[in-house]
Antibody, heavy 118, light 112 residues
Framework: QVQLQESGPGLVKPSETLSLTCAVSGYSISSGYYWGWIRQPPGKGLEWIGSIYHSGSTYYNPSLKSRVTISVDTSKNQFSLKLSSVTAADTAVYYC???????????WGQGTLVTVSS | QSVLTQPPSVSAAPGQKVTISCSGSSSNIGNNYVSWYQQLPGTAPKLLIYENNKRPSGIPDRFSGSKSGTSATLGITGLQTGDEADYYCGTWDSSLSAGSWVFGGGTKLTVL
């Protein structure tokens, strides 16, 4: 069974960089699929942030692209998100997930709340 | 403003049927597969439907999906109180050179 687990600080100061890691178990990232990040501000809908293939190729949400970096570490079977210059608008539950244009977003992490506040 | 348009809320009585619509364009729904997600309060979204109308193992056949042109529909029959949740549609959007995932704004289902 594929499992994903997010980890990282729950509180980030404005203008700083949000950093999260997603550890994957039950499936090797190197075997395929895209691995991505999706966020959900409190009381609002889902917003796709971006995703990465094991080879390192990435896709980013155009509205966030200038601030987002997603990287992968196949040796640790994990991938990471960095979002720079954060503001209160970046406060959200951040989910990591396995994505596929045909099979949908089949596996999700439990989500981690990141609050941007001084 | 979401790329995909869903009604904010729908409601129906237990045992009844409900449908949730998802409207997009040729760059997303019109040329890509649609998936549907159920999000119970305080939990991560769960895949209900993929490839427009397929159900992952473990999803009951009370849930169904369809697509026509640039719109998609999720149907739920035999409504149960446990179906009360937010439902989201999602698909790939190829309007830009790189492409991106897009989601609807979500529909809150109330089982009266």
């Amino acid at each position: 069974q594929v499992q994903l687990q997010e980890s990282g600080p729950g509180l980030v100061k404005p203008s700083e960089t949000l950093s999260l890691t997603c550890a994957v178990s039950g499936y090797s990232i190197s075997s395929g699929y895209y691995w991505g990040w999706i966020r959900q501000p409190p009381g609002k809908g889902l917003e796709w942030i971006g995703s990465i293939y094991h080879s390192g190729s990435t896709y980013y949400n155009p509205s966030l692209k200038s601030r987002v970096t997603i990287s992968v570490d196949t040796s640790k079977n994990q991938f990471s998100l960095k979002l720079s210059s954060v503001t209160a608008a970046d406060t959200a539950v951040y989910y990591c997930a396995r994505e596929d244009a045909t099979y949908g977003v089949r596996y999700w992490g439990q989500g981690t709340l990141v609050t941007v506040s001084s | 403003q979401s790329v995909l348009t869903q009604p904010p809320s729908v409601s129906a009585a237990p045992g009844q049927k409900v449908t949730i619509s998802c409207s997009g364009s040729s760059s997303n729904i019109g040329n890509n597969y649609v998936s549907w997600y159920q999000q119970l309060p305080g939990t991560a979204p769960k895949l209900l439907i993929y490839e427009n109308n397929k159900r992952p193992s473990g999803i009951p056949d009370r849930f169904s999906g369809s697509k026509s042109g640039t719109s998609a529909t999720l149907g739920i029959t035999g409504l149960q109180t446990g179906d009360e949740a937010d439902y989201y549609c999602g698909t790939w959007d190829s309007s830009l050179s790189a492409g991106s995932w897009v989601f609807g704004g979500g529909t809150k289902l109330t089982v009266l």
